[in-house]
């Protein structure tokens, strides 16, 4: 099964983190990395790994990279990656040692979220579907993000993937003042019936900042992780106030 597993890698300026999600990928083949445009040593680092095969897009949105990316790989397996995801020994363990049946189209993992290496109690990042059958794939955009549809059974795996980003701070916080644009938008276009309970609270806007901030402190005891664990909350504060802003930012200008 290992064997007929594609690793599948979007980039852009990745310098900070894209060594450690590839030195995790040693038992592959053949890497699929897709670079819109780095400008920094992303593409110099990768090109140190034999198996990485840099292809380049530009970007327009998460869904059309990830659905080139996949056409790129020639396995009947993708296991789609961040760059900032590095896979644990025993998920490499259970890779190697799946076997599964027609009716399975994929499996989506857990992670453990790390703030420069130290890994957090809790996290609000949710499991997704990482490896599925390349002819059974096709990604669609969702607000600021992107999910992988997949008709037929998702399985879960049942060890994690670490997730650790550490480009500058600064990065963060123009990616998130972009990503809560998006975010924002996708809320508002969005009915309420189809909404999940904690995408209504987000579009209420000003529930959401409080509650998070609260929710990954306390009842994530993000507290006891000392300072990745306030890292981390205030992250998850910033990230929704943002969000919060550019939906009030939207109403307002409609009623003037």
Known sequence: M?????????TYNEAENIARTLDRLSWARRIVLVDSGSTDETLAIARRYPSVDV?????????????????????HWVLSL??????????????????????????????VYRIFGKPLRGTLYPARAVLYRKDRA?????????????????RP????????????????????????????AHLLASDSKSLNWSDRIRRAAWPAPILVFLYTLVLKRCFLDGWA??????????????IALAIIDCRLRQIR
């Open 55 to 75: 292809v380049h897009r530009p970007f327009d949105d998460f869904a059309n990279q990830c659905n080139f990316g996949v056409s790129q790989v020639s396995t």
């Open 138 to 154: 096709v990604y669609r955009n969702e607000g600021h993000g992107h999910r992988v549809v997949l008709p037929g059974v998702v």
């Open 157 to 184: 795996l049942a060890n994690v993937i670490f997730h650790d980003d550490r480009k500058p701070l600064d990065r963060w916080f123009e990616s998130q003042r972009r990503y809560a644009r998006l975010e924002a």
């Open 2 to 10: 290992i064997d007929d597993i594609t690793p599948l890698i979007i």
């Open 229 to 242: 664990g306030w890292y981390y909350a205030l992250e998850r504060l910033i990230a929704e106030s943002l």
């Open 82 to 111: 961040d760059a900032d995801y590095e896979l644990s020994d025993a998920l490499i363990e259970e890779l190697g040692a799946l076997h599964p049946e027609a009716t399975t189209s994929g499996y989506k993992a857990r992670f």
